[in-house]
């Protein structure tokens, strides 16, 4: 920051995610703006309730320099191009940016037109326990890599989704676990899929198994039955040792010909996991593990396929 201005940002979203990102700007100098479509007095900082489109409309406000889109998964399309028509340059926007494919690409191409910085907000790539993976990993060549995606139903609160964001709930939810191992080994250049069975609410899948090979090489293999019991883990074998995130959270490892798994101890966040260091690379214009919006376009296909799901 310079000249002892304060550079602007907007929050639009109050929600619990808005709630984590504001422990998180405040430790940023900052002014920060809140809006959102409802009232919220227990929010830390105050709210403007009417919307995006009504504080454009009757504030005349400046454009901000940075804006983070923490809003529902269906509204984060239409709030972003908002930002975007109005000439925001830098926008985060929480996961997965969209429900299809076609929303991306319209972003996409309204941010190369606006000369804007647009990225997808995966905290997971933050971890600290993924940063002490990379720094295991180094320069040596995985041998193969196991993930899950297993979503505990039971926890899911039906209440805060709408029927289309349920309908793709793999990108709302699940895709953090598989954006965390193609960010970290590439994504696929082969992939083969497979589903079966459904719920009442995500019927076009709730069993999942595949097996692939990633752009670096790596042989990779996944399941997920969200019928059933599990949790979300990545396995990643090395010559001598496997590492184990699961939880995500932390790290475990485990030597060749022994059965211990142990714990690697690692620092952990004061914030909500992976958050703060992804909010400062946002600000920061650091992009090495930031998740580009071309990124997101990208994979797509590959989570389209894994969920089973048909582009509308």
């Not at 700007?25 to 409802?38: A, E, H, P, Q, W």
């Not at 972003?107 to 971890?127: A, C, D, Q």
């Not at 670096?216 to 090395?238: H, K, P, Q, T």
Request: proline fraction near 4%; charge should be neutral; include cysteine.
């Amino acid at each position: 920051m310079s000249n002892n201005i304060k550079d602007s940002i907007w929050l639009i979203g109050p929600g619990n995610i808005g709630r984590d990102y504001i422990k998180v700007l405040k430790k940023f100098d900052l002014d920060i703006t809140v809006i959102g479509r409802s009232k919220k007095n227990d929010f830390p900082l105050p709210v403007y309730e009417k919307g995006i489109e009504s504080y454009f409309k009757f504030k005349l406000p400046n454009v901000p320099k940075y804006a983070i889109v923490a809003v529902n998964e269906s509204q984060l399309y239409k709030t972003t191009k908002i930002l975007l028509e109005k000439n925001v340059k830098n926008i985060l926007i929480e996961k997965p940016g969209s429900l299809n494919t076609t929303d991306l690409l319209d972003l996409y191409e309204l941010s190369v037109k606006k000369n804007s910085n647009v990225y997808i907000g995966y905290n997971r790539r933050f971890y600290q326990s993924v940063k002490k993976c990379r720094d295991l990993i180094g320069d040596s060549n995985p041998k193969s890599v196991h993930f899950e995606f297993t979503e505990w139903v039971h926890k899911i609160n039906f209440n805060h989704y709408d029927k289309s964001e349920l309908e793709k709930f793999f990108l709302c939810n699940s895709s953090h676990v598989v954006d965390l191992v193609f960010h970290l080994f590439g994504e696929p250049k082969s992939l083969n899929s497979y589903t079966s069975g459904g719920l009442d609410w995500h019927p076009s899948s709730s069993v999942f198994s595949g097996s692939g090979k990633t752009i670096d090489d790596v042989l990779f293999s996944y399941n997920a039955n969200w019928s059933s019991a599990g949790r979300w883990g990545v396995e990643i074998n090395l010559t001598d040792y496997k590492l184990i995130l699961k939880p995500l959270e932390k790290l475990f490892i485990q030597n060749k010909g022994s059965l211990d798994v142990e714990e690697i101890k690692i620092n952990n966040d004061l914030y909500k996991p992976g958050l703060y260091g992804e909010v400062e690379s946002f600000l920061s214009g650091d992009k090495e593990y930031l998740c580009s919006l071309n990124e997101q376009i990208n994979n797509f296909k590959w989570y389209y396929k894994i969920a089973n799901y048909k582009e509308i």
